[in-house]
């Protein structure tokens, strides 16, 4: 089991101005550290400023040569999919083929409501999407016209499905995608063991369980994802081993990994674990 990076584009307490520094430095660190991946998640409407995480992705690329970027995943049903996918697309060929696009079909009321778009029809535009998008980038017509390939980029990213619990969506990623996504702050124990079951029944190889917090400090402030997270890596040592332990006999794959204030020497003490 791999255990990559995971992070918010949130603003950190560097002066205003000096945010590439600090998003830079952190990629070279999770680089020379030697973790696998660093992915990055997409919000937008809900009160907190925000990087977009393709633009995030690209400026990663030029800073850290080895490590693979990942999406954590990109909320499509917001996103008009032709210039998506020339976004992702862009991304795909500066970066040297590394990126992992984990999709999904957002889940927050909030974003939608900023974009002016219809959360109730989210799932059918995804699908709807995520069709164009591969159409696209294998050069076919859209639209009555062509968005021509990158070369060394045809077919576009490996596609991951973020899905927490629907039967149908996690059948979905092992069938029609390259990986499927779970979420450590939205789902359960049981959540897991239950989507696993149907993900590798349905013949899915790729796992990754995003979003887990770190902090063997086990002091989580009031409110926070460490707090709220429904799986996690909160508390003593020992209990990060045995949750570790428990996530890797569930069958994942991969861990998304993140800290409190991006901290990495933890996330690297768990690591150690594995």
Request: net charge positive.
């Amino acid at each position: 089991m791999r255990l990559s990076i995971v992070t918010f584009m949130h603003p950190g307490p560097e002066a205003r101005g000096r945010s590439l520094e600090r998003i830079a430095n952190y990629a070279r660190r999770v680089e020379a550290a030697g973790f696998p991946g660093i992915w990055v998640t997409d919000s937008l409407g809900r009160g907190r400023a925000t990087l977009d995480p393709l633009t995030s992705l690209a400026a990663l690329a030029s800073v850290a040569s080895r490590v693979e970027l990942g999406t954590a995943v990109l909320q499509v049903s917001l996103r008009h999919p032709v210039d998506l996918a020339h976004r992702v697309q862009s991304v795909q060929a500066l970066s040297g083929n590394r990126l992992r696009l984990g999709v999904g079909s957002g889940s927050t009321q909030a974003d939608f409501d900023l974009f002016g778009a219809d959360y109730a029809l989210r799932f059918r535009t995804l699908m709807s999407s995520l069709d164009i998008m591969r159409r696209t980038w294998h050069g076919e017509p859209v639209n009555g016209g062509v968005l021509t390939p990158w070369p060394g980029s045809e077919g576009g990213p490996p596609v991951l499905l973020g899905a927490w619990r629907n039967p149908r969506w996690i059948t979905y990623a092992a069938k029609q995608c390259q990986g499927w996504i779970a979420s450590g702050l939205y789902s359960s124990w049981e959540d897991l063991e239950r989507g696993m079951r149907i993900y590798r029944e349905a013949g899915g190889t790729n796992a990754v369980l995003a979003n887990v917090v770190v902090d063997l400090r086990h002091r989580p402030e009031p409110g926070s994802l460490a707090e709220r997270a429904k799986v996690s890596l909160v508390g003593t040592p020992e209990d990060a081993r045995q949750r570790l332990k428990r996530i890797e006999q569930i069958g994942f794959d991969e861990i998304l990994a993140m800290s409190p204030g991006g901290a990495l020497d933890e996330i690297e003490r768990v690591r150690d674990y594995l």
